[in-house]
């Protein structure tokens, strides 16, 4: 366990280097459990968070309250106690004046704008941010992590299954989702990834439609997006199931399964993250729903549910070995309906690993 987080503290060596820079500033709590081992689920940034030093040594500062689980999970480094009624600003400022750092790498994207400002005040600290180079740090997943999503996202093919089996004209969205909560957590879930996403008939063409109440009807569809937390890595799966049969509905999910192997064609090292999704969206604008595909094609999984690198029109990213993302082109037609597919791949050396293997088409 320690050998991962020497070599994670090494990547921050690398980039105060790079950078010039005395020290980097981890606060949002994905970042913070990347570096770590610190686990904050579910409290705000800057509850605890680190400062690495370019001599190798790593400093967590963690309030009373959180101390005791710090000394119980942090992986490497020493933990300081900030005392209370001392705010984490404060407590940052003194120990980078005692330790006389001059130019510090701050995960901006996780403070209060402007906050940063007070830390120069007074105190000469040069400030940079190094929020998108963290997070593109944590967008390459070694083979261990991979293994971590890749159970992941088995469980919630689980979800899915059990989504499938309940999907039924009569039954009701929140039953959908029940079932497959219920059923994900006994398969080793830690928790769900985000709120399921059960959203059928008409409301199938809202691409973030949660389970209500609704009856689902004969021959609708049902778009049902789901994912496990598995050590802090989320997986994100979506399939579209019909309740009973709908032909235009299943040609739907054709055009959508063809625009997935199109895009899975082009993932390899090297190639702009927007390339990929140019080549689903060309597949969907040939049968004339380019106007229906409303969103990127997809997204980074990691500690987050979005992360690095996106697949959207524009994007500057290009795809890395180990990168981890979603694939799911989606179309959704303003009063009748949708479909979605989702599925979660890695990049390898030469091309992709599918992680999941759900049917695409249940
Ligand atoms: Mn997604």
Redesign the pocket.
Known sequence: MRRIYRRRMGKLLDLMEGMELDAIVGVRPPTVQYFTGCRTVGCPPRTLYFTAFNNGELEILAPRLEVNQAREEAALGVIVEVPRGVSWLKALAERLEKRGVSRVGIELSGIPHNAYKHLSAGNEIAVEDVSEALASLRAVKSPEEIRIIRRAVRIAEEGLEAARRNVRPGSRERLVARRAIYRMMARGAEWVSFEILVASGPRAAYSHGAATNRKIGEGEPVIV?L?ARVEGYHS???RTFIAGSNEKFREILGILDEAIEAALRMVRPGVPASEVDKAARDVIREYGCGDYFTHGL??G?GLE??EKPLLRPGSKEELKEGNVF?I?PGIYIPGLGGARI?EDVAVTGTGHLKLSEYPRIP
């Open positions: 997006d994912g994100d799966l979506t997809g997204h999984i549910i979005h979603t799911e989702e």
